[in-house]
Each structure stands twice: as structure tokens, then as C-alpha cells.
């Protein structure tokens, strides 16, 4: 089907699509949870100092309110929201869950000096009192797509969940082997540093011509 910007062709069918569609977010429901900004961009704004764009997925964020940035070297750094704009450069106190902005941050932290160059894309801002930050273990509920023998205990891979990217190695699995077409309960343990990861988030692991996806269970 073919759409047009210039002369409307079709976007009454496009529109009545999108409406149809299931609502993916209840974002009322998720502005009580805890805070989670994905940040997406790093500036160094002259007179302002240090600013981060991004997607709020979970909670809300008021000028002045104090946050967990990470992970840093697998630790995370306690930050101050300066200041807030929106898309529209607008000033404005508060963001919610769904919305999209800017915010100028600054360590609160006497002994750590934020600098863009230690900020990456796909690093988190939560809530203080998150249950946990980092960890180096986790359980996921797996299943192989491809591997050309055998997977057994102490195997490693390349975990792939959100912007996390690590080499990871099997402490535990359920069964003895796994192949092909084969589901279990794994236990991973990174191997560099800890990462922020959550249950219920999807993750995929590679190494060579082996493919498997899966799902965070439980967080060790």
C-alpha cells in the first residue's frame, strides 16, 4: 500500500491502523514506579554545564530531585537535576513516564567530577531507592536457535540486553546439555564488571555461529 505526505493518499487507512493497534504502555500505571531514564545523547552546553537526553520509560523527574547515574565501571554516581527542557526547548519542572527531554545534571558527589566522555549512550538514571544497582548474576529462561554441537556448563558468550554488551559464562543450567531447539533455566555471571539488569527484560547471546534469545528471571 502506498502512502503520501502531499496529496493525503491513504493516511485515513494508516490512521485508522495506528488506532486499532493495542495499547503497548499504560504510562498512568507506570508513572508510580520507580525511575527509569534511558539516556540517549550527551552535551556540554556552555553555562550550563553537562546534559543528557532521553526516554523516561518509568516514574517521574522533578528540577532538583537526585538520581543513581550508571553503571560507571560497574558502579553507579549519585547526580542533581539542574534543570529540565522539553523537545520544544521549553523550561519546564517536571517530566513523566513517555516523555521524552533534556536534563542538565551535575554530581552530587564531592569527590566525582562528571565529564561527558565517561557517559555513554544506553546508560541508566533510576531511582535512589532502587533495590539493587549492579549485579554480576543473573537467571534467564533460554532457547537455543543455533549451535553446531553442544552447550554444557562454563560455556561463553556475548550477552546482548539493551545497551548492555558482555561477555557472560554459564554457572548453571537445568539440564546436562542443551542443542538446538532446547529450552532451560541458565544462571550467567558476566565476566568483566557488574551491569544493571532487570527481570523480565529480553536478552541474546551469541558466540560464533550460536544464537540463542531468552528472558530475565531473577536477578542474584
Not at 548474576?137 to 549451535?147: E, G, P, S, W, Y
Request: overall charge positive; aromatic content about 8%; charged content about 25%.
Amino acid at each position: 500500500m502506498m502512502i503520501s505526505n502531499t496529496n493525503g493518499t491513504n493516511l485515513p487507512l494508516l490512521k485508522n491502523y495506528l488506532s486499532s493497534l493495542e495499547t503497548y504502555h499504560q504510562w498512568k500505571d507506570l508513572i508510580i514506579n520507580h525511575t527509569y531514564f534511558t539516556i540517549e545523547d550527551i552535551y556540554l552546553v556552555t553555562g550550563a554545564g553537562l546534559v543528557v537526553t532521553g526516554t523516561l520509560t518509568q516514574g517521574t523527574i522533578e528540577k532538583g530531585n537526585r538520581f543513581m547515574l550508571g553503571p560507571i565501571e560497574g558502579k553507579f554516581v549519585e547526580v542533581v537535576v539542574k534543570s529540565i527542557h522539553d523537545n520544544y526547548r521549553q523550561s519546564i519542572d517536571i517530566i513523566e513516564a513517555g516523555c521524552s527531554g533534556c536534563l542538565c545534571i551535575k554530581s552530587h558527589e564531592r569527590k566525582t567530577l562528571l565529564k561527558k566522555n565517561i557517559i555513554r549512550r544506553g546508560m541508566v538514571m533510576i531511582s535512589k531507592n532502587h533495590e539493587r544497582f549492579t549485579t554480576t548474576t543473573f537467571q534467564a529462561k533460554v532457547k537455543i536457535l543455533h549451535h553446531p554441537t553442544t552447550i554444557k556448563k562454563n560455556y561463553e558468550s556475548i550477552i546482548h540486553c539493551g545497551s548492555i554488551r558482555q561477555a557472560a559464562r554459564i554457572i548453571d543450567i537445568d539440564k546436562d546439555l542443551l542443542r538446538t531447539g532446547d529450552q532451560s533455566i541458565v544462571t550467567f555471571k558476566f565476566k568483566c564488571r557488574p551491569e544493571f539488569i532487570q527481570a523480565d527484560k529480553q536478552i541474546m547471546f551469541r558466540e560464533g555461529k550460536t544464537k540463542g534469545i531468552g528472558v530475565v528471571t531473577k536477578v542474584l
